[in-house]
């Protein structure tokens, strides 16, 4: 395979790292993978490069803020146990309310399309 091939191997990988962090539609690794290149030796590499960079991806959500708020207001004092279960209710409620939003305009749009094809591309 020799040192090109190594060499290919660590452009896919950094490129698809980069993908993970910045894009909200990540490609597939098959979509990345060039020649004879597999997706086992690319997540190898992906994580090669991220040990040797001492880096560390993880989802960041509401919760990873919630102690530094909570702290900044208090006095850098840890917040008490009610204050910490309402906030994660609130949370969660809104992500709820969120998602069901969601799922209505996608309906009302698929309803759209369908009685755009149905009713008015009919008559045309």
Not at 71 to 86: A, C, F, M, T, W
């Amino acid at each position: 395979r020799g040192k090109a091939w190594i060499m290919q191997l660590l452009a896919v990988a950094c490129l698809s790292l980069v993908a993970k962090m910045e894009e909200i539609e990540v490609p597939l690794s098959i979509d990345l993978q060039i020649e004879a290149l597999l997706s086992v030796d690319l997540q190898r590499m992906e994580l090669l490069v991220l040990s040797t960079l001492k880096w560390t991806i993880r989802v960041v959500t509401p919760f990873t803020f919630m102690d530094y708020f909570f702290r900044k207001n208090n006095d850098d004092l840890p917040p008490p146990s009610p204050q910490i279960s309402r906030s994660v209710e609130l949370i969660l409620r809104l992500t709820r309310g969120i998602l069901r939003l969601f799922f209505f305009f996608q309906n009302l749009y698929s309803f759209g399309m369908n009685y755009e094809t149905k009713y008015i591309g009919a008559k045309a």
